[in-house]
């Protein structure tokens, strides 16, 4: 891994902590945040990439009606 990647990998961590905390002091159970976790790991194992559709959750209410 190149510089490059290894400081873009360190930056995209400290963001998702940054989310972590920021969806446990909101109220989120950690144990729900870690299922999430899988679930997002499971799909990305399975597509062997990151599903670049993701969307907020607001705007896939937007979407589904």
Known sequence: MGDDNLEAA??????????LVVQAQ?????QILVGILR???AEIERLGTSPH????????EVSQR
């Open 10 to 19: 360190e930056d995209a961590r400290e963001e998702l902590q940054s989310l």
């Open 26 to 30: 909101a109220g989120v159970p950690e």
């Open 39 to 41: 679930e997002q790991t």
């Open 53 to 60: 559709r993701w969307e907020q959750p607001d705007q896939q």
